[in-house]
């Protein structure tokens, strides 16, 4: 059954649904920085840190820029998980509940 307007108005004043939408949106910042940071932090290194990234670890063939280039895409993948965590055990039950509580 489509929503009605008054119950997306009721909806969307509801305190519970202010406080998850500010809720979510926080952490969605926070992660989209902390994912920028690791992001621009790796590219600034790429561009005034060659030597640094060109160092071999061990003596090897393997340089310093290998291990941290994977570390960006292990941090992406960590944050997203983070976030998919919080929402499936965090949002997703609160806004079934939302739901429940205003019906059409």
């Known amino acids: ?12 004043d509801n305190p519970r649904y202010q406080r998850l939408v500010r809720r ?5 910042w926070i992660l989209t920085a902390l994912m920028l940071v690791t992001y621009f932090g790796f590219i600034l290194l790429v ?11 061990a003596g090897g ?3 310093l820029g290998i ?4 570390g960006v895409i292990l941090v992406a993948l960590a944050l997203t998980g983070f976030y ?3 929402a499936n055990t965090e949002f997703d039950p609160e806004v079934a509940a939302l739901g429940r509580e205003v019906r059409p």
């Open 24 to 28: 979510r949106g926080r952490l969605g």
């Open 47 to 57: 561009a005034f840190a060659k030597p640094l990234l060109a160092q071999p670890i």
């Open 84 to 86: 998919v965590r919080r």
């Open 1 to 12: 059954m489509a929503p009605t307007e008054s119950s997306l108005t009721e909806l969307t």
């Open 67 to 70: 291990p941290l280039g994977l």
């Open 61 to 63: 063939a393997t340089t």
